[in-house]
């Protein structure tokens, strides 16, 4: 029997695994990737909040560490053997932001280096990881350090004597800790337990592109979507937002506007088809930042949810904090904004 058990395979699942396994935690993770694949597998991979400035403290305290930590974690899971999740730092340029002042005061604010240019917001710090590389590169991590890791779908979690037992098609596993960190299906496992999680599905769809002529070296960020350059040739255009849609499969409306959004932001995509296209489920919430807290009334099991788009470049620092909560360590950031007793109509 694990010290704790981890409930999904995500980013933030993932990293709360390594964490905990860093401390001398016995973690067991179970993930149903193949049915329902996490919200940081789709995702573009920039690792900066979109547009940070709106965006209370909470998450920017989640959000800053984001490039250093991703890139000694690419370390690590090179010299376990896994891929280079290539983590890269091309910087992000923002277009027609109606608030520059905001930003301007916002960048100053957390010492974030900006530039006014052309009209636009140039940060060069900004930086993104090849997000499914890196999700490989921590499972393969992940067993080296030797976290057991489980592919199961989880129908039920059962208060027992000493913990919690959850029910999967194969077998029952028991833990005195649990942890359920399942994107917008966390509320549906944690419901029957009286607990109501503020998430709910919102649909994200995205584009890739290969052009025969060389990329922009940028991130560029304007109000109805983005572009972010993965090698000299290729392109991921993003992303749609589709609030109680929880179907996965792409679609062409979504196509259509995608690509229209790409070729305004680098016109010479006006003439090249989209080389694929995927989609993914967030957790939406109403909360101003993420739940990472104990569940009320039921000690040692505890929620790890609710990013919303923030999923991955909030995960290092939500698995730290969601690792010293279950270890009893003194939190790494304040508990307070994260926990249950902050309604989703608090003030961030």
């Known amino acids: ?50 547009f940070p400035w709106r965006y209370p403290d909470s998450v920017t305290a989640l959000a800053l560490p984001a490039l250093a930590t991703y890139r000694a974690l690419a370390e690590e899971v090179v010299a376990a053997g896994g891929i280079d999740p290539q983590v890269s730092c091309p910087g992000m340029r923002v ?38 590389r890196m999700l490989k590169g ?14 199961a779908y989880v129908s039920a979690i059962e208060p027992i004597a000493g913990g ?27 419901a029957p337990l009286g607990v109501d999680v503020d998430v ?3 649909k994200g769809q995205m584009l890739l592109f290969r052009s025969p002529e060389p990329v922009p070296n940028e991130i560029r960020l304007a109000p109805d979507g983005y572009l972010i350059p993965r090698d000299h040739h290729t392109l991921v255009a993003g992303s749609t937002s589709e609030p109680g849609v929880s179907d996965q499969r792409p679609q062409q409306a ?3 506007h995608l690509a229209q959004v790409a ?31 104990e569940a009320p009334g039921l000690p040692g099991l505890f929620v790890c949810t609710g990013h919303y788009r923030n999923g991955l470049v909030c ?27 902050l309604s989703s109509s608090s003030p961030p």
């Open 1 to 50: 029997m694990a010290d704790v058990l981890i409930i999904g395979g995500g980013m933030p699942g993932l990293l709360a695994a390594k964490v905990l396994r860093d401390r001398g935690v016995d973690v067991t993770l179970l993930d149903a990737a193949a049915a329902l694949p996490p919200a940081s597998w789709a995702g573009g991979g920039i690792l900066s909040p979109l």
């Open 164 to 190: 919690y037992a959850v029910h999967t098609q194969e077998k029952v596993f028991r833990a005195p800790q649990v942890v359920v960190s399942a994107g917008f299906w966390t509320r549906a496992l944690l």
């Open 263 to 293: 070729a305004r932001l680098w016109a010479p995509l006006a003439t090249v088809p989209p080389a694929a296209q995927w989609a993914g489920i967030r957790p939406g919430t109403a909360r101003s930042a993420p739940l990472i807290s």
């Open 254 to 256: 979504a196509y259509q």
């Open 200 to 202: 709910s599905p919102v």
């Open 95 to 132: 277009l027609d932001e109606p608030d520059p002042d905001a930003a301007l005061a916002w960048c100053a604010r957390h010492g974030v280096t900006v530039e006014q240019q052309d009209g636009s917001l140039w940060l060069p710090d900004v930086g993104s990881v090849r997000n499914p």
């Open 315 to 341: 995960a290092p620092v939500s698995a730290a904090l969601l690792a010293d909560l279950v270890t009893g360590t003194t939190p790494c950031v304040p508990a307070g904004p994260y926990s249950f007793s």
């Open 138 to 151: 921590l499972r393969r991590l992940n067993a080296v350090l030797g976290v057991r890791q489980t592919a």
